[in-house]
């Protein structure tokens, strides 16, 4: 894990990162996308959990995230507590077009602050974005019809519902947003399909973990601790992070 | 004598979980039915029926021999090969094995219920054959020297070949010869003769079923060939979708030719499909892989897949048509992966691959729709489709699901679960270093090997080596995948000691699996091994190295992680679906939901197995000891040993009445009943654990409906809590039912919303009005629940058992009194329904009534003498009979139900006295009447029994976490020895202490029975009353009528006691009655000193003292 000592001197830690979320979200392809930067329409469901690694680069430091995506199947639901053991941070993830898929995000947000490690950083991530039409959040969904939705709607990783309304957004913004918020957790809309927020994500993760809880082979950094730090910069910084064409080798290696 | 004792171990390990824990070798093994089975892959359906050692000679292929074969010279010295192994019958096969084991339940009788033979029904290894008995075209006797009887068996295909070309396919013979005395000789041929004349109805289904075998194809061309006759030209069996798509790999580099050629030369000698005949080649065959074309055929029969499908050809094509057009939860899921199962091979990405897919997973849900469809299932199923028609990978499927990964695909995924703790404990026995590594830099190996089990490799390494591990697997059975899994690591053993996290682990292990086909020996000089590669080091290192790795060791591993492993599941389970009941359950604690979801899951799960128990004693009486075998050769219990059990995947979730009743039972006293039937609890001392007894009570409980429980009691009230739970109408309750029930209930302490809700329970048309009926049977549930007294949260602790149950017989009594006095300010308060019909009667208008109602009420408070019994000032001083105008208490009675009737009549007459003002209303039937719940809440706060009763008492008769409930021993002895008295003859006198019950009934206990003869005798007068009103309806003359039919209704007691007490109801009755008809004439005070001196009469003639008196001589009598 010299890997990132050549270039900068920054101190590199890893962490261990959990996806949580109900059958063909968009987990697996929300990783594909932050680590390779790539998407695939049939992707093969992910059996047990697959692994993957990518680094995100802070201005302070470097996070090397070991991404465990797990298998979203109902019946799976009692394999996860082998995978999010020891888990730092996790991104639960639904479907902004289907609402079990946010009351099952739910159920493992309460199962994440009950048996997960104290202080695990937690993300709801509503994927599936660019099913939606609008790009404000709104409350009522089914109103309005706009065709941007439709086209893409179709091709949307194991959505196999036909979109009748142009927009098939089915959660609205606040609603997500709110229970976030009360539960403390960041939120995030993304689409893995069009890349939108990914990036985002993780980076914000990655500020959000304490530095505390951070262990690396440079040990823990002097810096302060990163407080409320959702700002543009390190979403811009982050962005190059998860396009770096190192970085996604690195992360698709294994 | 097996199938009894298969019922003691489980009763027992039903009834004392612990026992089997503890002695978890000897109960587990598999049936050696089971095992039968697994070793020759037969359906359920065979059993082992007959067995005897014999010699199987295999006649040299007859192209060796001269065509003039004599068969003197045959009989003389039989030519070929010959094998020595046991000869087994069961109802349709008959098999023969050179791995020896015995499987007759009459072999041994020391090892008969548990015996695992030397093969561990590991599946067709050795030499031998599977044969159908419809595959059996002849069986000749034979003269031989060295043996008593031989046997020469001409097969199907021989008939067959021989009867189309002549010579060149030669008719199959084998000879078997029996070896054991004539007895035992005859008994094995009448055995088989038997089972041929039957197996000649199967001749179709085997027609059929072999159409689909490639070899049938292979040999027939080969024939053709060779004639060089035009013939009919065959069209090939389909085998999957390689025909079209290509399959996997190099067909010249797998040397697919060369091993259909030897293939070819082997199926012709020995048989094919239904009558193949293993010889040690046709191992060696499968282990080099097999080829293409075979591959389905070979797998099927290694399986046993072909013979499922000989059972039932037609259930793939059945099951698609029953269910055409359905949709499930499974097809939903099934219908997200099909774009995504291999989608790199080309048949997948086209809808005819798609289909089959499709197809065959639909199908296989709607067969085992317990399993439904678990994701994996899509990969192992695509990857069987390759090679595979979709008949042959349905019931391959079939076989996979249910008997080689068992519990594999479940909803829990136990079997998985448990194979990823028994593969660890594998790695920890055989390579400790690396385990150590691993639990040093906390890697968690199941991460990496769980894909591999789940989906069969197919996943994890190229194709066309997962399906060599593939050809093996299906031979030999599940502990191929833990040797693979084994070697790998071993082979990677130094990458994967450098290896510290699970990064650098799982990337190891995918290279190597990328580098399977390179040479395991890249810089060797001996070409030779240059040329071994990496894939066949590990078939090597897999089945040399770890060859002690059998199926043996896989189940008693499995056995000994199986309780932990469940238990995991279990409780991610209870935590996960106590924390989704929503948010009516936060009303509840935590600690109460626990316990509520332990009870509820408990209750079906004992009522299951205890149906389960009770079916096999049926069938085992019907059948006289053929019982149905258990499934437990895997280590895993079958679907029959421990079903309802949480882990082991779908469970009843929904409770029935009756489980809600026992349910309840559980959780409040008054739910047990009075009067339980299965006397067989008694004297059952819940202390003793030796052996027999243990074992011996465990059955004769296990014969009862209810269990070893509290047997539930019934009522309507229980009736109307379960249909008010019953949220969704189905007639049965989820847990989520029971949890919203319960919080409403107990989670809030609102009396307001507790008086509403009972309300709410008897205004059955949901009109918010409960009519005189539904009065009634208000009263009669509030006395059932009292029934047993009242539990006052402090006296829950068996602790204060003794406390509170001195303040017993007061507090019960003036709830007796509570509730008259509630029936009496229902019918007082109550509105008339139909205002209009009241026209004629001097019916005081609304308004002015509830004046007088609260005029009434003062005056109750201010006129003890009248009103003293339901009233909140005496409640110290113990009430009537203070007030009584009797001159003196009677000392002695050891009837304290006449206390019960008596203070019902007295606190019933004064309603007589309220009719002057409500005008009769009330009590005449044809004058419907209703209260509303502003009247119900009205009459309950106006007592404060009642008010605690709503308050509290109410909610505390549930015990949950937080009050734990009685224990099942103590309640039930008390049931027995007090409030069943007919069942135990002179215990029925409540003040003799009982010799020798002092162990199991606590102190107080009997007093405790004497109130419930009390309530549930002031519960019979409320039922007569109400009866008495049904009557009036009918009957103008009610005096004459009444006095007969009562008396009459009840002789079902032959107790002396028990008639006192009717009298006394009696008694009861007609002061009640007389108070009524007095009532018109005479003016209400006069009514009063009428009723008191009868009461007077009647108590002096029943000596009965005052409660306190009562209370105290029993008190004292039991120390």
Redesign the interface.
């Given at each position: 894990m010299a890997d990132s000592g050549a270039t900068a001197p920054k101190p590199s830690s890893s962490v261990k990162l959990v996806l949580l979320g109900e059958a063909a979200v968009g987990k697996s392809s929300l990783v594909m996308r932050f680590v390779n930067n790539d998407f695939q329409e049939n992707k093969e469901p992910t059996i047990g959990a697959a692994f993957l690694t990518q680094k995100c680069n802070l201005p302070t430091r470097t996070i090397k995230f070991e991404i465990w995506d797990t298998a979203g199947q109902e019946r799976f639901a009692s394999l996860a507590p082998m995978y999010y053991r020891n888990a730092q941070a996790a991104l639960v993830v639904y479907d902004i077009t289907k609402p079990t898929s946010l009351t099952k995000a739910q159920h493992w947000v309460a199962e994440l602050q009950r048996q997960a490690s104290p202080g695990i950083v937690i993300a709801l991530v509503g994927n599936k974005a660019d099913l939606a039409s609008d790009d404000s959040p709104v409350t009522n969904d089914e109103s309005d019809a706009d065709a941007a939705g439709t086209t893409e709607g179709d091709e949307e990783v194991a959505e196999s519902e036909e979109n009748e309304n142009a927009n098939a957004r089915k959660v609205p913004t606040k609603t997500a947003k709110g229970y976030a918020d009360e539960e403390s957790l960041l939120f995030f809309e993304t689409s893995a399909k069009t890349g939108q927020n990914v990036a985002e994500v993780f980076t914000a993760i990655a500020n959000a973990i304490p530095e505390t809880s951070l262990k690396g082979p440079r040990g823990v950094g002097g810096n302060t601790n990163l407080g409320g730090s959702r700002p543009e910069d390190t979403s811009r910084v982050n962005l190059t992070g998860g396009q770096d064409p190192a970085g996604a080798k690195e992360g698709c290696a294994c | 004598m097996f199938s009894f004792q298969s019922l003691v171990q489980k009763a027992q390990q039903f009834i004392e979980p612990t026992l089997s824990v503890a002695s978890p070798s000897s109960d587990r093994r598999p049936t050696k039915a089971s095992l039968f089975r697994h070793q020759f892959r037969l359906p359920d359906s065979q059993n082992p029926l007959q067995e005897i050692t014999a010699e199987l000679t295999l006649s040299p292929h007859h192209s060796t021999r001269g065509s003039g074969d004599s068969p003197e010279k045959e009989r003389e010295r039989p030519q070929g090969i010959h094998y020595v192994g046991k000869l087994h019958l069961s109802e349709q096969y008959l098999c023969f094995s050179t791995q020896a084991s015995s499987f007759l339940n009459s072999a041994s009788l020391s090892t008969s219920s548990a015996f695992t033979g030397q093969t561990h029904g590991a599946g067709p290894g050795g030499n031998g054959f599977t044969l159908p008995l419809c595959a059996i075209r002849r069986v000749e006797r034979l003269h031989s020297q060295s043996y008593m009887f031989a046997l020469a068996i001409t097969t199907w295909h021989g008939f067959d070949n021989k009867s189309k070309s002549g010579e060149i396919g030669g008719p199959q013979k084998l000879t078997v010869q029996l070896a054991g005395s004539r007895q035992q000789c005859e008994r094995f041929c009448d055995g088989l003769k038997k089972g041929l004349r039957e197996g000649v109805k199967g001749t179709d289904n085997l027609r059929s079923v072999v159409n689909d075998c490639y070899s049938e194809y292979l040999i027939a061309t080969d024939i053709e060939n060779k004639d060089a006759g035009p013939g009919e030209q065959r069209d090939p069996p389909d085998t999957g979708l390689g025909t079209v798509f290509r399959y996997p790999g190099n067909a010249r580099k797998l040397r697919d030719a060369t091993k259909i050629r030897l293939w070819r030369e082997y199926l012709k000698e020995n048989g094919r499909n239904a009558t193949l005949i293993r010889q040690p080649t046709f191992h060696k065959l499968i282990r080099v892989g097999l080829p293409n074309r075979l591959r389905s055929e070979i797998w099927e029969l290694t399986s046993g897949s072909f013979f499922l499908r000989l059972q039932n050809p037609k259930l793939y094509t059945e099951t698609l048509a029953k269910y055409s057009g359905q949709q499930s939860l499974a097809i939903d899921?099934i219908?997200?992966?099909l774009?995504?199962?291999?989608?790199e091979y080309p048949g997948f990405q086209s809808e005819e691959g798609i289909g089959r897919l499709r197809r065959v997973l639909t199908a296989y849900s709607w067969t085992n729709e317990e399993v439904g469809y678990?994701?994996?299932m899509?990969?192992v199923v695509a990857a069987l489709l390759i090679y595979m028609s979709e008949s042959q990978a349905f019931y391959l499927l079939s076989v996979l699901c249910d008997r080689l990964l068992p519990g594999y695909y479940?909803?829990?995924?136990y079997g998985?679960?448990l194979d990823q703790r028994v593969f660890e404990s594998l790695v920890e026995k055989t390579m400790p270093i690396l385990w150590d590594h691993l639990v040093k830099s906390?890697v968690?190996l199941?991460?990496v090997s769980?894909?591999w089990f789940?989906?069969l490799y197919i996943?994890s390494m190229p194709l066309i080596f997962a399906f060599r591990v593939l050809d093996v697997f299906f031979l030999e059975g599940p502990k191929v995948l833990f040797q693979i899994g084994l070697a790998i690591l071993r082979i990677n053993g130094e990458d994967l000691l450098d290896a510290a996290?699970?990064?650098?682990f799982?990337?190891v292990l995918?290279t190597y699996f990328a580098r399977l086909d390179e040479s395991a020996h890249p810089r060797s000089e001996n070409p030779k091994l240059r040329a071994v590669t990496r894939f066949q080091e590990l078939m090597v290192v897999a089945f040399k190295e770890f060859a002690g790795i059998t199926q043996n060791t896989i189940s008693e591993q499995r056995s000994k992680h199986k309780d932990a492993v469940l238990e995991?599941?279990e409780n991610?389970?209870k935590?996960?679906s106590i924390?989704?009941l929503g948010p009516e359950s936060k009303k509840l604690s935590l600690n109460d939901l626990g316990f509520l979801y332990d009870r509820f899951y408990g209750v079906l799960y004992e009522r299951q197995q205890r149906a389960e128990i009770i079916q096999q004693e049926a069938d085992r009486k019907a059948k006289a000891g053929k019982a149905k075998a258990t499934e437990i050769v895997t280590g895993i219990p079958g679907n029959d040993v421990e079903m309802g059990r949480v882990a082991l995947g779908p469970s009843p979730t929904q409770m029935d009445y009756e489980g809600f009743r026992e349910f309840l039972a559980g959780l409040a006293r008054w739910a047990v009943t009075d009067s339980p039937t299965s006397t067989q609890l008694n004297g059952h001392d819940s202390q003793s654990h030796s052996y027999f007894g243990g074992s011996m009570r465990s059955r004769s409980i296990q014969m009862s409906p209810w269990g070893s429980g509290p047997e539930p009691a019934e009522h309507e009230f229980m009736n109307r809590l379960f249909r008010r739970w019953d949220t969704n109408m189905h007639s049965s309750l989820s847990l989520q039912d029971v949890v919203t029930g319960f919080a409403q209930v107990k989670g809030t302490k609102d009396i307001m919303s507790n008086i509403a809700y009972f309300f709410d329970l008897y205004d059955d048309d949901g009109d918010g009005k409960v009519d005189r009926e539904g009065i009634l049977r208000i009263s009669e549930a509030l006395l059932f629940l009292s029934r047993r007294g009242i539990d006052s949260p402090a006296t829950s602790s068996p602790a204060m058992q003794d406390l509170h149950v001195t303040d017993g017989p007061s507090r019960n009594e003036q709830f007796l009194s509570s509730v008259s006095a509630f029936i009496r300010r229902c019918f007082e308060y109550a509105d008339p329904d139909h205002p209009v019909n009241q026209a004629g009667n001097p019916v005081e208008p609304q308004e002015k009534r509830e004046e007088k109602g609260e005029e009434k009420k003062d005056e109750e408070l201010a006129d003890p003498d009248a009103f003293s019994i339901g009233d909140d000032d005496d409640d110290e001083d113990l009430l009537d009979l203070k007030d009584s105008p009797a001159p003196s208490t009677p000392k002695l009675t050891s009837n304290p139900s006449a206390q019960a009737s008596q203070t019902l009549s007295k606190s019933l007459s004064p309603s007589s006295r309220a009719e002057k003002h409500a005008a009769n209303v009330a009590l005449d039937p044809n004058n419907p009447l209703h209260i509303t719940l502003p009247t119900f809440r009205m009459v309950i706060l106006a007592d404060e029994i009642l008010e605690q009763f709503f308050e509290s008492d109410f909610s505390n008769s549930f015990r949950l976490a937080d009050a734990p409930a009685p224990s099942s021993a103590s309640s039930s002895s008390n049931l027995n020895t007090f409030a069943n008295p007919t069942g135990r003859g002179s215990t029925a006198k409540p003040a003799i202490p009982i010799p020798g019950s002092g162990g199991v009934v606590p102190p107080g206990k009997g007093l405790r029975g004497m109130l419930d003869n009390i309530v549930s005798d002031g519960m019979r007068v409320a039922a007569e009353v109400k009866r008495r009103m049904d009557e009036a309806q009918k009957e103008l003359d009610r005096e004459a009528a009444r006095h007969g039919g009562v008396g009459g209704d009840e002789d079902d007691e032959d107790d002396q006691e028990a008639e006192k007490e009717r009298r006394s109801i009696r008694e009861g009755d007609r002061d009640l009655l007389e108070g009524m008809e007095t009532e018109d004439v005479e003016s209400g005070k006069a009514s009063a000193p009428t009723i008191s001196n009868a009461q007077a009469s009647q108590t002096e003639k029943t000596r009965s003292p005052s409660p306190t008196r009562d209370r105290e001589d029993v008190v004292e009598f039991e120390r």
């Open positions: - | 899921e219908e997200k992966d774009n995504r199962s291999l989608p678990c994701q994996a899509n990969i479940s909803t829990t995924m998985t679960l906390d968690q199941s991460v769980l894909p789940l989906s996943n996290d699970d990064g650098t799982i990337s995918k995991n599941i991610f389970a935590r996960t924390r989704n």
